[in-house]
């Protein structure tokens, strides 16, 4: 007995490390796999984000430089147009002297000015003319404050400048213009850094005769200085090209004007794009580092401005952050292990649970339910076990639980019933009280005035009525029996008998949208004569459709009835447009509106949102009932806040 009841505690033994190392392994071998992906997907999508927030960086700081770039440019230009009317006004050697040097006194970014003129314009100054005046202090290119004598201004010396590029290019394009050059020649020995952008214009006098080029200069170091004043990374720079592809801002001034950024064929994808105006974002290799390159065109000029930013310097938090992910996955591993031995605890969980139950059963509780398991293991093998031995119990348990649910379910049904029925004679007493009320209220104020005008009428010494009070007991009167009509029609339409002739009715009338609606209108103008209606329609005064006139007009009616009645009486309108199936006519007005929790409660007969008004409950569900046998529908537009707006929509044919 003892060897048996140690072999079956091996057994079990041997049973439960065998579970356990299996949901051990599972875990292991499920949790591992997720975890890199999750880690690849991290370190994929981190790269993503931070490119995508690096391009947007040096998007703007970008847009920023470009902006920077067309102010200055901007203030060169305007500082050479304004002055350039003069130039054609008064052309004298003295005036234009003059005058290129106020262009460069008044304007710091100006870094020289010239005014050349025509061959022969001036007849005693020879074929050559060249008003010159440039800065000679130059030992601070940054400094914008420069004293008067630091501007020289001459005559030039005489040398071919009409094939220069300063002077050929406006006069070919015939128009102002901006070029760059490297200005080799130093005539005036002095210097402007050699590399020279220049803004050009013809002058032209009343008689459409040229006069010359007004030429205003600027360094291009100087604008490098001005380009250059920001950078979005440590090592990113800008760079600027010609229309032909030189380089005439680069942070190695080796290339500036020597060499063009074709000459390096991996940036001729690059070239092609900043020489055709375009801009955009692009990543390729410059010098064997991957970079991001973010171009546009410099407007108003040939020149393209492009910011390269090495990957190296964008991903750097990125690298960072494989540093941190490192102990992260050390850290991950350690938490799967953990997460595996709970897991097994877990997975054996069931034995408690299952000795929790047998004790209740033992204790006489005979409604636990044990189910059935499909492991082959131990846990499993005991819970089918006890499973069979509660079968028959649960068979019987079962049949009492469903008798005693058929009773519940018909005790719950008779509440139900007897609950609607209680509703439905509350209903009915609000409706009759309702009804009583309503009608009530006009005859007693018709058979008032009755009364007063019987009284009038009868007794001499009476005064006899002013016409404005026969008119106003005439009106209020008129107003009250239609009203007494309309609950009247209103009742015989809820009526069986109503129903029936509205079901029996044929919808053969030929019915003008517009003429309707406006008949609608006339009808709310005899209850209410001070309220405006407005009537808009897009639709043509022709337009018809195949309908029943008598329940359209007495939806329309209603929909108007209520506006002027529950509104606050500023506005009410009524609209009719058409698509190429339907006819849609839309009624609304300003006011408090129907509360949202309301809304389903609109279209229910008997049903009043408000206890405090008049009204039956019958005027919206009567005006949905007549719509929906019309075959149209009606509702409520909810995203209408200003008050209430109802939308009928009928079909065409």
Not at 9 to 23: E, F, V
Not at 447 to 465: C, E, I, N
Request: hydrophobic share 40%; glycine share 4%.
């Amino acid at each position: 007995m003892s060897n048996l009841t140690s072999r079956h505690s091996l057994k079990k033994t041997l049973a439960s490390r065998s579970l356990s190392s299996k949901l051990s392994l599972g875990i292991v071998l499920l949790a591992i796999p997720i975890f890199v992906l999750a880690l690849g997907i991290l370190f994929v999508q981190s790269r993503n984000n931070i490119k995508k927030e690096a391009t947007e960086h040096a998007q703007s700081v970008l847009n920023t430089t470009m902006q920077r770039v067309n102010r200055y440019l901007m203030a060169v230009e305007t500082a050479t147009n304004i002055n350039a009317w003069e130039a054609i006004d008064t052309p004298t050697p003295d005036s234009l002297l003059a005058l290129t040097h106020r262009v460069v006194k008044l304007n710091p970014h100006v870094s020289g000015c010239s005014i050349s003129t025509e061959p022969y314009f001036f007849e005693n100054m020879g074929r050559y003319f060249s008003a010159y005046s440039i800065r000679k202090d130059k030992a601070s290119p940054h400094s914008t404050l420069q004293s008067p004598d630091s501007i020289l201004t001459v005559v030039e010396e005489e040398y071919e400048y009409f094939e220069k590029i300063w002077y050929k290019t406006p006069l070919t394009l015939n128009k102002p213009c901006w070029v760059n050059y490297y200005d080799e020649a130093d005539s005036l020995e002095l210097t402007l850094d050699g590399m020279i952008a220049s803004y050009g214009k013809p002058l032209y006098d009343s008689r459409k005769r040229l006069i010359g080029i007004i030429s205003t200069d600027i360094s291009l170091i100087h604008l490098s200085h001005v380009i250059t004043s920001e950078k979005p990374y440590p090592n990113s720079y800008f760079m600027m090209l010609g229309p032909d592809g030189h380089y005439i801002i680069h942070p190695d001034t080796t290339q500036l004007f020597t060499h063009a950024i074709f000459d390096t064929p991996a940036l001729n994808a690059l070239g092609r794009e900043m020489a055709s105006g375009e801009q955009g974002t692009i990543s390729l290799n410059i010098d064997g580092k991957p970079s991001l390159v973010c171009f546009q065109p410099v407007q108003g000029t040939p020149w393209s401005l492009a910011l390269v930013c090495p990957e190296s310097d964008i991903l750097r938090s990125y690298h960072r952050l494989v540093i941190i992910i490192i102990p992260l996955l050390f850290a991950g591993l350690l938490v799967i292990l953990v997460f595996a031995k709970q897991a097994v605890a877990h997975a054996l969980a069931p034995l408690n649970q299952l000795l929790t139950k047998t004790q209740s059963i033992a204790a006489g509780n005979y409604e636990v339910y044990i189910p059935r398991s499909d492991r082959p293991d131990a846990v499993g093998q005991l819970q089918n076990n006890f499973a069979t031995m509660l079968q028959s119990l649960n068979f019987h348990m079962g049949s009492i639980r469903y008798t005693a649910g058929q009773a519940e379910q018909r005790n719950a049904e008779l509440a139900q019933a007897t609950k609607l029925a209680k509703e439905a004679v509350q209903q009915k007493t609000v409706f009759i009280q309702n009804v009583t009320h309503q009608i009530r209220t006009p005859l007693n104020i018709v058979m008032g005035f009755t009364q007063v005008l019987r009284d009038y009428t009868a007794d001499a010494m009476q005064p006899s009525l002013s016409d404005e009070e026969t008119k106003n007991i005439t009106q209020t009167m008129k107003h009250n029996a239609q009203t007494l009509n309309r609950l009247v029609q209103m009742l015989y339409d809820s009526s069986a008998l109503g129903i029936n002739d509205e079901l029996n009715s044929h919808q053969i009338d030929n019915v003008s949208c517009n003429d309707v609606a406006k008949e609608a209108m006339s009808y709310v103008k005899l209850h209410y004569p001070e309220l405006n209606v407005s009537f808009n329609s897009s639709v043509p005064s022709d337009l018809c459709i195949k309908t029943n006139q008598l329940y359209l007009m007495r939806s329309l009616r209603e929909l108007l009835y209520n506006a002027a009645k529950y509104s606050d009486g500023q506005r009410v309108a009524i609209s009719v447009s058409a698509t190429e199936n339907a006819v849609t006519f839309t009624v609304e007005d300003t006011g408090k509106g129907i509360s949202e929790a309301d809304h389903d409660l609109i279209f229910e007969p008997f049903t009043k949102v408000d206890d405090l008004t008049e009204g039956l409950g019958l005027g919206l569900p009567l005006a949905k009932r007549h719509i929906n046998n019309l075959g149209g529908n009606i509702s409520l537009d909810t995203e209408y806040h200003d008050g209430c707006r109802f939308i009928v929509t009928l079909p065409r044919s």
